[in-house]
């Protein structure tokens, strides 16, 4: 039936040629990219560790977060760990979370000291609630803060850059072995969006082993 229609018999180079271009659209289609919309789960590596170590307490990074740093701060801090929060729809937005475990005893990790410097850190306060809402997590004491308005940043001996419509999300664990203290800076609109993953990840840590 195909031979009525052409006669490939007839002329063979013209066959050749057709095998050929077929080959060539098959061997483009399999480089074709495939689409799945599943997102595909998040992988840790040595570079975004799942947990990360503060001290005596283990971090679980929430998805999406990412590890930045732990190290040795300054003479008060015993550890300082960081994590980066991205906003996958606009990766210009970034916001950032600081752990800091203080020394027992420390006069400005006590909660008071702590809100007043964070709150001097706004060059303008729309809204602030201070450390208020209190929880007994095992042996630890858990307390929130949230400020917002025009952020600046702790002081630097020059002018700040002003980021307006930020927000602080503190928190504050007391237990024998001191303070930890964290703050998680950034856009309003993707801080909101990662509120529950930040209180989630710092009741987890504190849950009893």
């Not at 970034?94 to 909660?111: D, L, R």
């Not at 809100?115 to 450390?131: D, G």
Request: hydrophobic content about 40%; charged content about 20%; proline content about 8%.
């Amino acid at each position: 039936m195909l031979q009525g229609w052409y006669n490939f018999n007839k002329f063979p180079s013209v066959s050749i040629r057709m095998c050929r271009f077929l080959s060539f659209i098959i061997l483009l289609a399999s480089f074709a990219p495939t689409h799945s919309h599943a997102a595909e789960p998040e992988k840790a590596s040595a570079f975004n560790p799942e947990t990360v170590l503060l001290s005596h307490v283990t971090l679980t990074r929430p998805q999406h977060w990412q590890w930045v740093s732990t190290q040795p701060h300054e003479i008060n801090v015993l550890m300082e760990v960081i994590f980066s929060v991205k906003d996958p729809q606009d990766p210009r937005s970034e916001a950032t979370v600081c752990f800091n475990h203080m020394k027992p005893n420390t006069a400005i990790a006590a909660a008071g000291p702590t809100a007043h410097r964070w709150q001097t850190w706004f060059a303008e306060v729309r809204s602030a609630a201070p450390f208020s809402e209190t929880k007994i997590i095992g042996t630890n004491k858990l307390s929130f803060l949230e400020i917002t308005g025009t952020y600046k940043g702790p002081p630097t001996g020059s002018d700040p850059k002003l980021f307006t419509d930020y927000t602080m999300l503190g928190a504050h664990m007391e237990d024998g072995e001191g303070s930890i203290i964290v703050r998680f800076t950034g856009p309003t609109k993707l801080v909101e969006k990662n509120k529950a993953a930040f209180t989630g990840m710092i009741e987890q840590m504190l849950q009893p082993k």
